[in-house]
């Protein structure tokens, strides 16, 4: 190792000096060299932008990744430069659980054949999650991390360096002054008694050595005024990017809103699918819910009777008065609005029908509604206008 003795004594007593100046300035005994309004402007501006900068960072990162440990994880597979394995989202896992499961229910069960249905959409909602995942992360986290981590580290060596040399400069002041003061001193102060001219000449020559001295501290006065003005040109032009730096992150900040908007509309799209795909088989909520009726009931009703309409429980339970067809079905264009019992209902979300039997619906129509008996619970008579059909209670809003 190259060690040079004498250079590190220079920096010793560098060091020490403007620790001096530093703490006489601290302590009002010292004069400070004030930087001009606008670049103190711009640190102010600079050291904001860093701040709230730093805590977006971190609060985006909580958001896209609750579990400390993984961020820890991930920190370090970052600063190792190496590549983050990936990891199953909670929804893919929750997924492969529900078809795992269903495989040893039964597919064949409608508790099986729901789980198997629910599972593929939440697969395909950690999906969409993993990838809105990736793109903030690349869109939105790395262009912070990238300031944080780069530019502004640049900025604070610029800064502490500009600050170095402004302690320099006042040092260099402060050296002048003194300076000039013994020179004023000595020469305001010669010795001219004859009996003793030694002192005459001793006079004369400390003012000399003090003139020299005050020469010499103006050179390096200079020399320190050029360093600081370079050093605070160099600073200025740094801090003038924050502005830039601004425009890059309002840019950054679009993306990831328009990353959270597609996430959502995804989820918000196969939520509404699975909430069709669920409404196709009403039967099963009440086989599950009423298992004794099951014992007096015929067997399942078949494809190619009407959903949604419980089959007749022995020759007992057939209502006068309601229309069905031989099989013992109802017949929902048959089906009289009853004078009493009927309701006003507001549609939740639009409902496509899936045959004749059913009332296609609108978000946000009013329609009229009312149940007959024999039907199945989860489903109700809905009247728009001349149009008549069975409708899912899950998309309703019942008025009073």
């Excluded at 409608?110 to 593929?120: A, C, F, H, K, Q």
Aim: charge should be negative; glycine fraction near 4%.
């Amino acid at each position: 190792m190259d060690f040079n003795l004498k250079k590190l004594t220079s920096d010793a007593g560098v060091f020490f000096t403007r620790a001096v100046q530093f703490t006489e300035e601290k302590l009002g005994s010292a004069e400070k060299t004030e930087l001009d309004t606008h670049l103190e402007n711009l640190i102010a501006r600079a050291d904001c932008t860093k701040n709230w900068t730093e805590k977006i960072f971190r609060q985006t990162e909580v958001l896209l990744q609750p579990n400390p440990s993984a961020r820890i994880e991930e920190f370090f597979y970052e600063k190792l430069d190496k590549k983050i394995p990936s990891r199953t989202t909670n929804g893919e896992l929750l997924g492969q659980y529900m078809l795992d499961a269903a495989k040893d229910f039964g597919p064949g069960t409608p508790y099986g054949s729901t789980l198997i249905t629910v599972g593929e959409y939440q697969i395909r909602l950690g999906g969409a999650e993993r990838e809105f995942l990736q793109t903030s992360a690349i869109n939105f986290l790395t262009p912070l991390r990238n300031f944080l981590e780069g530019d502004w580290r640049t900025i604070s060596k610029e800064r502490r360096l500009l600050e170095n040399r402004r302690l320099d400069l006042d040092i260099c002041k402060a050296r002048v002054k003194k300076a000039k003061q013994a020179e004023a001193k000595a020469a305001a102060e010669p010795d001219f008694q004859e009996t003793r001219p030694r002192n005459y000449v001793l006079s004369a020559s400390a003012s000399a050595l003090w003139s020299e001295e005050v020469d010499k501290a103006e050179q390096e006065l200079r020399v320190a005024q050029t360093e600081f003005d370079r050093q605070a040109e160099v600073t200025r032009l740094l801090l003038e990017g924050i502005s830039s730096t601004h425009v890059n992150h309002l840019r950054c900040l679009h993306e990831f809103v328009e990353a959270q908007a597609t996430y959502y509309a995804q989820c918000h799209q196969y939520m509404q699918e699975l909430q069709k795909e669920l409404s196709r088989y009403p039967n099963s909520f009440a086989s599950n819910a009423n298992p004794s009726t099951s014992a007096t009931c015929p067997s399942p009703v078949s494809s190619a009777t009407l959903p949604g309409v419980s089959p007749p429980c022995l020759a007992s339970t057939s209502t006068p008065g309601i229309a069905r067809e031989p099989s013992g079905q109802l017949k929902i264009q048959d089906v009289q609005q009853p004078s009493t019992g009927h309701r006003k209902a507001k549609v939740l979300y639009d409902y496509d029908a899936h045959d004749t039997s059913e009332l296609s619906l609108l978000a946000d129509e009013l329609i009229t509604v009312y149940t007959v008996p024999g039907m199945d619970p989860d489903w109700l008579v809905g009247e728009r206008g001349n149009q008549k059909g069975k409708v899912p209670v899950t998309y309703l809003e019942l008025l009073s």
